[in-house]
């Protein structure tokens, strides 16, 4: 007799979808992924700006995007903890590539001091958005203001929007401004 579906898709253990110890089997896998990219990261470490840079042209022209999205997420996670210096400044050149991943740990955050740094990252990171990218910034950003921890990094997310949004206003318009009739519309509208 065969059991019911329910019990059958159980391990043991009783979690579901998963062997006993696969955590286990998890963690060990996550630290040979850090270590095979650890000298990677070293590299784009550098407190030298050019190397720095260099490095992240490179990892960015040939990694594939799976690479990228792990080294920005120990990039994020050593810039939270506040190790590193060289990983804020390495996760502004990375761009609007790194906002996902701060995104998520900024979100999973309690700590105002924390989240304070993650908007730095992006308040460093504003010159180089391209207006959809300023756009999809602010609109994250908003979601980030009723999660902060506190009056500080709410402080810091209202000072980035505004700058982003400055960023944007500096912006060229898309294009020329008609009305649907072809004709020009009144001045200051």
């Not at 001091?113 to 304070?116: A, D, F, P, S, T």
């Given at each position: 007799m065969s059991r019911p579906r329910s019990e059958?898709?159980?391990t043991a253990g009783g979690r579901r979808g998963r062997a006993p110890n696969s955590g286990d089997r998890d963690d060990a896998a996550e630290a040979r992924i850090r270590a095979v990219l650890a000298p990677?990261?070293?590299r784009i470490l550098d407190?030298?700006?050019a190397s720095q840079e260099a490095v992240i042209r490179t990892v960015l022209a040939v990694c594939h995007p799976v690479v990228i999205g792990r080294v920005i997420d120990d990039l994020v996670r050593r810039a939270a903890a506040g190790?590193?210096?060289t990983a804020a400044a390495a996760l502004a050149a990375f761009g609007y590539r790194a906002?996902?991943?701060m995104s998520v740990r900024f979100k999973r955050s309690k700590s105002e001091?924390?989240?304070?740094r993650l908007v730095g990252?992006?308040?460093r990171m504003a010159p180089g958005l391209t207006t959809s990218q300023g756009i999809d910034v602010m609109t994250e950003l908003l979601g980030w203001l009723g999660l902060s921890a506190g009056p500080a990094s709410r402080v810091a997310v209202g000072r980035t929007i505004a700058v982003v949004r400055a960023k944007l206003g500096s912006a060229p318009p898309p294009g020329p401004r008609s009305s649907p009739h072809g004709r020009e519309p009144p001045a200051g509208v």
């Open positions: 059958s898709s159980r990677l990261v070293k407190p030298d700006e190790k590193s210096g906002v996902p991943a001091e924390i989240q304070v990252i992006v308040m």
